[in-house]
T-cell receptor, first 117, second 116 residues
Framework: AQKITQTQPGMFVQEKEAVTLDCTYD???????LFWYKQPSSGEMIFLIY??????QNATEGRYSLNFQKARKSANLVISASQLGDSAMYFC??????????????FGKGTKLSVKP | DTGVSQDPRHKITKRGQNVTFRCDPI?????LYWYRQTLGQGPEFLTY????????KSRLLSDRFSAERPKGSFSTLEIQRTEQGDSAMYLC??????????????FGPGTRLLVL
């Protein structure tokens, strides 16, 4: 069974500094995807970044990068130059990828990030 | 707006009443998922559709829950005889089928249900 673990219930970061949110995963599937979503207090899940298990390079999307260490089964999110609007819950998730698979997302419990001015 | 939409955004009901939620996915997405999120937790999978076919239901989906996706477009999630434990955020997401180049699920704004 797939499992996502986020060990940081809450994190604080100073505005304009970088922050790393931890995520470890467990799966026996050889082909899987890892995702990070942001959930502001309004409730909507906003997609941030995706990493496929066979991707050689770490994914980057603007100020977001994913530090993918396959052997350690970790997929940490790095946010550079934090902004006040980054304050939100952040969820790590995974799904299997092969054609015909169920493809539903398995989520961690989330990390609440607070950006201080 | 071409994203996923959900209606209503908020619903307050009394225990024992039936409620129905609607989700309109991104138009070219053939996969549609329903998730439930309780306070302090990540979303949990409930069920999914490929086109109009409901292919999998989680054990979380009791007999009081039913979902449909007629004609493979919008989907509805109905809860009969609501209980206080049904209070949660119900999230809908859509995507292209797995195995395609685009693996990401895109979520709607959710429906917050409160059962009194």
């Amino acid at each position: 069974a797939q499992k996502i673990t986020q060990t940081q219930p809450g994190m604080f970061v100073q505005e304009k500094e970088a922050v790393t949110l931890d995520c470890t995963y467990d799966t026996s599937d050889p082909s899987y995807g890892l995702f990070w979503y942001k959930q502001p207090s309004s409730g909507e899940m906003i997609f941030l970044i995706y990493q496929g298990s066979y991707d050689q390079q770490n994914a980057t999307e603007g100020r977001y990068s994913l530090n993918f260490q396959k052997a350690r089964k970790s997929a940490n999110l790095v946010i550079s130059a934090s902004q006040l609007g980054d304050s939100a819950m952040y969820f790590c998730a995974m799904s299997d990828l092969y054609g015909g698979s169920q493809g539903n997302l398995i989520f961690g419990k989330g990390t609440k990030l607070s950006v201080k001015p | 707006d071409t994203g996923v939409s959900q209606d209503p955004r908020h619903k307050i009901t009394k225990r024992g009443q039936n409620v129905t939620f609607r989700c309109d996915p991104i138009s070219e997405h053939n996969r549609l998922y329903w998730y439930r999120q309780t306070l302090g937790q990540g979303p949990e999978f409930l069920t999914y559709f490929q086109n109009e076919a409901q292919l999998e239901k989680s054990r979380l989906l009791s007999d009081r829950f039913s979902a449909e996706r007629p004609k493979g477009s919008f989907s509805t999630l109905e809860i009969q005889r609501t209980e206080q434990g049904d209070s949660a955020m119900y999230l809908c997401a859509s995507r292209l089928a797995p195995g395609t180049a685009q693996e990401t699920q895109y979520f709607g704004p959710g429906t917050r249900l409160l059962v009194l």
